[in-house]
């Protein structure tokens, strides 16, 4: 089983399948994608020397809102 199916499961069993549900797995989804693109030596690499920036952004279709993930909190917020 994968970490995305992993939180998939827990937020299945917390959530359903509720608007909230679905919210909350695009940006378990997206936490993935960051870790992902992490495993690549050159983009940790340009991380290290702040050369690159590795932002996790979620768009609202049904709010029209953009939030942007704060890492230091774990929380997505909207700008």
């Known amino acids: ?3 995305i199916d992993d939180s998939a499961h827990a937020i299945a069993q917390e959530h ?5 549900a679905h919210r909350l797995l695009e940006e ?3 936490r993935q994608s960051m870790a992902n693109l992490r ?23 049904r709010k029209g809102e953009l939030w942007v ?9 909207p700008v």
């Open 1 to 3: 089983m994968s970490q």
């Open 16 to 20: 359903g399948t509720s608007p909230e």
């Open 28 to 30: 378990a989804a997206i």
């Open 39 to 61: 495993t690549f030596p050159f983009v940790a690499e340009r991380e290290q020397k702040r050369s690159l920036v590795v932002l996790g952004c979620h768009f609202s279709i």
């Open 69 to 77: 993930l704060d890492e230091a909190e774990g929380n997505f917020r």
